[in-house]
């Protein structure tokens, strides 16, 4: 039986629109897909953009495909609420033992188990819509990454490299984008995709020090234990890992200027990630870790207009 939805969950935004304007029967449902919090289908979406859009400058298109950008995000929502859905079922016991996640929707009894899956299915089915309506070789890519996100969320049991796994489910769209444009995965696509994992290795183990002390209680790993005080060192390899990797692909895809420029602003963006951390802030750890929306729109705004800089110079050229 469902228990009384509950007004707040403590890791959400305060305020947030959920908790303001949504129905109370409809609240615990919005909250187990994380619609109270849109970081992390940013997170998702925006490898799925800059593949979008690097795929978009090596064609020469005049700019990234609007239909693709715009599945991409609809499929985003859908599979970051269906991924925390299946992440929430499996954490329940875990998650009523951490003061921060205790107030979820199936830990504190607001969904029941049942309810839960039942939901699952339904975001599933709205993702599932979305990659039917890319290209075949692009359905056969995504297909592929399932088994990568449904075994994350038991990763954190059994490695103290979660994170490195998370990286590749939450990379997968660096190659969707470039598949659904040529039909095929090139190198490219490999590198971006190598490069954004590197990315959400360190992104999630800024997010991790939030729970560092709980999870050492519990009994569960994370990056952010295994590194500790010398976190600051692997975010700053991995984060230059990141950056070579995507200088790499800008090569391999012939990009421009304003690709690297883009590309510039965003290892600042970076470097100064690191220069501001403090690992025993968990408020300015939260907010370092959603920083990279924003350092992920530069690099996505410098892939975008240097397409349509190139298309417009071969236009001219021509």
């Given at each position: 039986?469902?228990?009384?939805?509950?007004?707040?969950?403590?890791?959400?935004?305060?305020?947030n629109w959920?908790?303001?304007y949504?129905p109370?029967?409809v609240?615990?449902?919005?909250q187990?897909?994380?619609?109270?919090?849109p970081?992390g289908?940013?997170l998702l979406?925006l490898p799925?953009?800059?593949?979008t859009?690097?795929a978009a400058?090596?064609a020469?298109q005049?700019f990234p495909?609007p239909r693709l950008l715009?599945?991409?995000?609809?499929?985003?929502v859908a599979?970051?609420?269906?991924?925390?859905?299946?992440?929430?079922?499996?954490?329940r016991k875990?998650?009523?033992m951490?003061a921060?996640t205790?107030s979820?929707?199936?830990?504190s009894?607001?969904?029941?188990?049942?309810a839960a899956f039942a939901?699952?299915?339904?975001?599933?089915l709205?993702g599932?819509?979305?990659?039917?309506s890319?290209?075949?070789?692009a359905?056969i890519?995504?297909l592929?990454?399932l088994?990568v996100?449904a075994?994350?969320?038991l990763?954190?049991?059994?490695t103290?490299?979660?994170?490195?796994?998370l990286?590749i489910?939450?990379s997968w769209g660096a190659?969707m984008g470039w598949?659904?444009v040529f039909?095929?995965?090139?190198?490219p696509?490999?590198?971006?995709?190598a490069g954004?994992?590197c990315w959400v290795?360190a992104y999630d183990?800024?997010?991790a020090?939030?729970?560092?002390?709980?999870?050492a209680i519990?009994g569960?790993?994370s990056?952010?234990?295994?590194?500790?005080?010398?976190?600051?060192l692997?975010?700053?390899?991995c984060?230059t890992?990141?950056?070579?990797?995507?200088?790499?692909?800008?090569?391999g895809?012939?990009?421009?200027?304003?690709?690297?420029?883009?590309?510039?602003?965003?290892a600042?963006h970076?470097h100064?990630?690191?220069?501001?951390?403090?690992i025993?802030d968990?408020?300015?750890c939260?907010?370092?870790?959603?920083s990279?929306r924003d350092?992920?729109l530069?690099?996505?705004?410098g892939l975008?207009?240097?397409?349509i800089?190139?298309?417009l110079a071969?236009i001219w050229?021509?």
């Amino acid at each position: 039986m469902e228990g009384p939805a509950l007004s707040a969950v403590a890791d959400a935004p305060a305020g947030n629109w959920v908790d303001r304007y949504a129905p109370p029967k409809v609240r615990p449902y919005l909250q187990l897909a994380r619609l109270d919090r849109p970081i992390g289908s940013w997170l998702l979406l925006l490898p799925c953009w800059w593949s979008t859009a690097l795929a978009a400058g090596a064609a020469r298109q005049p700019f990234p495909d609007p239909r693709l950008l715009i599945l991409f995000a609809i499929g985003a929502v859908a599979m970051r609420g269906a991924g925390c859905t299946w992440n929430d079922i499996l954490d329940r016991k875990i998650d009523r033992m951490v003061a921060r996640t205790q107030s979820r929707p199936i830990a504190s009894g607001a969904v029941s188990v049942p309810a839960a899956f039942a939901f699952l299915v339904f975001q599933a089915l709205i993702g599932l819509a979305v990659l039917l309506s890319l290209p075949r070789f692009a359905v056969i890519t995504g297909l592929a990454s399932l088994g990568v996100v449904a075994i994350y969320p038991l990763m954190k049991r059994i490695t103290s490299v979660p994170q490195a796994v998370l990286g590749i489910a939450f990379s997968w769209g660096a190659l969707m984008g470039w598949a659904s444009v040529f039909r095929s995965i090139d190198d490219p696509a490999l590198l971006l995709f190598a490069g954004s994992v590197c990315w959400v290795f360190a992104y999630d183990t800024i997010y991790a020090h939030q729970d560092r002390e709980d999870d050492a209680i519990v009994g569960v790993r994370s990056t952010a234990l295994l590194f500790g005080q010398a976190s600051w060192l692997a975010l700053a390899l991995c984060y230059t890992a990141t950056v070579i990797l995507f200088a790499m692909a800008l090569l391999g895809a012939g990009s421009g200027i304003l690709a690297w420029i883009g590309l510039m602003a965003f290892a600042y963006h970076l470097h100064g990630q690191v220069k501001r951390l403090d690992i025993d802030d968990p408020a300015l750890c939260l907010a370092i870790f959603k920083s990279n929306r924003d350092a992920g729109l530069i690099l996505f705004a410098g892939l975008s207009l240097d397409a349509i800089g190139q298309h417009l110079a071969s236009i001219w050229l021509s």
